[in-house]
């Protein structure tokens, strides 16, 4: 495939995933916001206690957030944690978030 054919494809996929950001409420979020939630979501998995949890040392080897710095990271995940997307929970170890669905 060309170039200009593949790009335009990106183009296409780009504007579908914008389109699914809308819907599900994550636009508002700042890029890097919604690239750290995602990579909880990629990373997670399903507790019969808590619901949906991801540990953050399991999120930061997301490819999407590898290359975010420590303090850009906890920043975005503190303010992830003040819109009610994600919260600790106390009984869970250290580094270990519940991801909210609502």
Known sequence: ???LSLIAQLSNLRKVVHDMEVDLGLAA???KERDILLAF???STKDPDHGIIARTDTVRQ???VRDISQPTFHRALRRLIE???????????AGTYHLNLD
Do not use: S
Request: charged fraction near 30%.
């Open 1 to 3: 495939m060309e170039k």
């Open 29 to 31: 979020l700042e890029r």
């Open 41 to 43: 979501f990629a990373a």
């Open 62 to 64: 997301h490819p999407t």
């Open 83 to 93: 819109r009610g997307m994600i919260r600790r929970l106390p009984q869970l170890p």
